[in-house]
Structures are given as structure tokens and as C-alpha cells.
Nanobody
């Protein structure tokens, strides 16, 4: 069973960029569908982007054209490249991986967009 570790969060100014990483302990991570979610204070957790085992990607409307999800199966890692960041992107970002009925979440990484 995979365990996930997120990294790459931090403080960035509006218009800046960050790249989040989600690394799995599972060697068969390439078979998992992986999603990036975020949760802002007082709000529900929402799906930001996802990528399946075939490499098909999907994005929330609020991040289309600014965020890119990708995976490096050799490194058991899924990335979220975030460009043109806005204050409303501020949230804790979580990685979620799933295969058949098994789902695992990472611990989250804070992203703060502020001047």
C-alpha cells in the first residue's frame, strides 16, 4: 500500500509559480490515478487536477491554463506546476492516489499567495 509525501509548498507573491511534488513509496504508483486537492480555511476540499494511469489529465475550471499536472513514473512522483498564482489559490494542497477500492491521502502542504 502506497504512502504519499507532498512537498514544494510555500509563500509566493501573486503572479508567481510553485511546483508541488507527490512522491509515493509504492513501486506500482504508475497504476494509480492521482489527484491534487486543496482546502482553504472555512471551505470544502476541492479537486484541482487529476491524472490517471494512462496519462489523461483533468482540471478544475478555476486553474485551467495556469496549473499543469504531470507524472514521472520512474520517480514514483506526480507534480503540480502552478503558474500565475492568485491569492485565492491559498490553501493546503493534498495529494490523493487511488487504485480499485484503495485510496490514500498525503499529509498536505501549505501554499500561501500573498504580497
Amino acid at each position: 500500500q502506497a504512502q504519499l509525501v507532498e512537498s514544494g509548498g510555500g509563500l509566493v507573491q501573486p503572479g508567481g509559480s510553485l511546483r508541488l511534488s507527490c512522491t509515493a513509496s509504492e513501486s506500482a504508483f504508475n497504476e494509480y490515478s492521482v489527484g491534487w486537492y486543496r482546502q482553504a480555511p472555512g471551505k470544502q476540499r476541492e479537486l484541482v487536477a487529476q491524472i490517471n494511469s494512462a496519462g489523461t489529465m483533468d482540471y478544475a475550471n478555476s486553474v485551467k491554463g495556469r496549473f499543469t499536472i504531470s507524472r514521472d513514473n520512474a520517480k514514483n512522483t506526480v507534480y503540480l506546476q502552478m503558474n500565475s498564482l492568485k491569492p485565492e489559490d491559498t490553501a493546503v494542497y493534498y495529494c490523493r492516489a487511488s487504485i480499485t477500492v484503495f485510496t490514500v491521502w498525503g499529509q498536505g502542504t501549505q501554499v500561501t499567495v500573498s504580497s
